[in-house]
């Protein structure tokens, strides 16, 4: 599985953002599908989760701001950025696990930096 994240830059603080993360190749099964992100400095953490279902998982410093879907017929997971404070600055990877004769594999993607001016 080939994932490819795109969507990021700079964005003014209040502004929003919308980032896209393809994912091809072998791509039966994907599962949970997904959002990290490193802020400058920082351990890679967790922002947003969405299952294969469509449930939702979202790290307290974006929920209510930010916003997870995807499009199963596309394999492709979106993160819509409302309202990006600085501190919401990094580079962002998307993420995918993948089950496969009772294994999960994960997959990231390349990250795409996010830069949020105040």
């Known amino acids: 599985v080939q994932l490819q994240a795109s969507g990021g830059g700079l964005v003014q603080a209040g502004g929003s953002l919308r980032l896209s993360c393809a994912a091809s190749?072998?791509?039966?099964?994907?599962?949970?599908m997904g959002w990290y992100r490193q802020a400058p400095g920082e351990q890679r953490e967790l922002a947003a989760i969405?299952?294969?279902?469509?449930?939702?998982t979202y790290a307290d410093f974006v929920k209510g701001r930010f916003a997870i879907s995807r499009d199963n017929a596309k394999n492709t997971v979106y993160l819509q950025m409302n309202s990006p404070k600085p501190e919401d600055t990094g580079i962002y990877y998307c993420?995918?696990?993948?089950?496969?004769?009772?294994?999960?594999?994960?997959?990231w993607g390349q990250g795409t930096l996010v830069t949020v001016s105040s």
């Open positions: 993420y995918v696990n993948q089950w496969l004769r009772y294994e999960k594999y994960d997959y």
């Open positions: 969405i299952t294969s279902g469509g449930r939702t």
């Open positions: 190749g072998s791509t039966f099964s994907l599962s949970t």
